[in-house]
């Protein structure tokens, strides 16, 4: 389980790195963009994919999860007056994952069951 933990922090750092890169700083939200960072990121190995939804009249994409180990539930890609972000939906998630997901540097705001992340540069931190 402590590998696990290692290698799902490793893949949100990477995630939120891949997030705001230059492509995505354009204020593009769809969810081919979703799926991809999904996917690049390695969170496919960890997470099945239960809806796949695409939001353009509200800006924004989500991909919903099946029940997981780690119990996050949802991604989501945003893109508002104020610019992009990306939101964790989660469940009561573990100390270490809530207190990892808040130290990152894109890190904006928190509630008990998201965490939302803001464009900016952020650095890759290995396990």
Same mark, same amino acid.
């Given at each position: 389980?402590?590998?696990? !933990? *290692?290698?799902? #922090?490793?893949?949100?750092?990477? $995630?939120?790195? =891949?997030?705001?890169? %230059?492509? !995505? *700083?354009?204020? #593009?939200?769809?969810?081919?963009? $979703?799926?991809? =960072?999904?996917?690049? %990121?390695? !969170?496919?190995?960890?997470?099945?994919?239960?809806?796949?939804?695409?939001?353009?009249?509200?800006?924004?994409?989500?991909?919903?999860?099946?029940?997981?180990?780690?119990?996050?539930?949802?991604?989501?890609?945003?893109?508002?007056?104020?610019?992009?972000?990306?939101?964790?939906?989660?469940?009561?998630?573990?100390?270490?994952?809530?207190?990892?997901?808040?130290?990152?540097?894109?890190?904006?705001?928190?509630?008990?069951?998201?965490?939302?992340?803001?464009?900016?540069?952020?650095?890759?931190?290995?396990?």
């Amino acid at each position: 389980m402590r590998n696990a !933990l *290692r290698l799902l #922090i490793y893949i949100f750092n990477y $995630l939120l790195t =891949l997030i705001f890169a %230059s492509t !995505l *700083r354009r204020k #593009i939200v769809c969810a081919e963009s $979703l799926k991809e =960072l999904y996917e690049k %990121s390695r !969170l496919v190995d960890l997470f099945d994919i239960r809806v796949e939804q695409d939001y353009p009249e509200r800006n924004y994409s989500a991909i919903r999860l099946k029940q997981n180990t780690f119990r996050i539930r949802s991604f989501e890609l945003w893109d508002n007056a104020k610019g992009c972000f990306f939101r964790i939906y989660h469940g009561d998630v573990s100390t270490v994952i809530k207190t990892e997901l808040e130290s990152h540097s894109l890190h904006e705001r928190s509630a008990k069951k998201y965490s939302d992340f803001k464009a900016g540069t952020g650095t890759l931190r290995k396990p």
